[in-house]
Structure formats: C-alpha cells, structure tokens
Nanobody, 124 residues
Framework: QVRLAVSGGGSVQAGGSLRLSCAASGYSSGFACMGWFRQGQGKEREEVATIDLHGTTRYADSVKGRFTISKDGAKNTTFLQMDSLKPEDAAMYYC??????????????????RGQGTQVTVSS
C-alpha cells in the first residue's frame, strides 16, 4: 500500500520560511510526478508546484521565485521550501504523486496517490 507522509507545516510570520516534506512508502519505482497543492479557507484547491521524473519543475505564478520544489528520487521524497511567505500562502498543503506511467496534472484529483494535509499559517 502506497502512503505519502507529509510533515513540516506550522505557523510563521510574513516573510518567514517553512519546509514541507512528503515521504512515500510502499512504492519501489520512481514516481512520474510528485506535486504540492494547497487549499485556503473558502478557496478551491490549487496547484502549487510539481516535479517530474526528470526533475522538471512547474510553479504556480503566485509562488514563483519564493517556493522551491525538489526531490530525493532514491527515497521517493519531495520537498517544498517556502520562503518569503505571505498571509495569502496560508492554507492546508497536500502532497500528491503519480506512478511511473503518470503525468504532472494540474488537478490534485488526477493523481493516483495523495497524502494528508499539513496546515501552514502565516501571520501579518
């Protein structure tokens, strides 16, 4: 059974940083794509960043230049380094992954595996 364990959320002041981790277990091959999504209160879930098997990354315009997605392919783990956090970044953050035949879809619902959320709170 594939499981994505998410950690690293918390509360910071605006301008601060957090680092999220998503560690997969139960899957021996590399994922075609791993991604981060978020859902703020009263908002729809949105894509934050994705990284594919080759290390190609994609970011939402709202986080470009501030967030960095990376991965440890050998461990099927992805990280989201979040710098210069803004109050509008506050949300529940989710990790998702697609098997090695998948793709970096923009919608979290298209991903085969999804982890639990971790709350990020940013105070002004």
């Amino acid at each position: 059974q594939v499981r994505l364990a998410v950690s690293g959320g918390g509360s910071v002041q605006a301008g601060g940083s957090l680092r999220l981790s998503c560690a997969a277990s139960g899957y021996s091959s590399g994922f075609a794509c791993m991604g981060w999504f978020r859902q703020g209160q009263g908002k729809e879930r949105e894509e934050v960043a994705t990284i594919d098997l080759h290390g190609t990354t994609r970011y939402a315009d709202s986080v470009k230049g501030r967030f960095t997605i990376s991965k440890d392919g050998a461990k099927n783990t992805t990280f989201l380094q979040m710098d210069s956090l803004k109050p509008e970044d506050a949300a529940m953050y989710y990790c998702a992954a697609n098997p090695n035949y998948g793709y970096c879809y923009r919608a979290a619902s298209e991903y085969t595996y999804r982890g639990q959320g971790t709350q990020v709170t940013v105070s002004s």
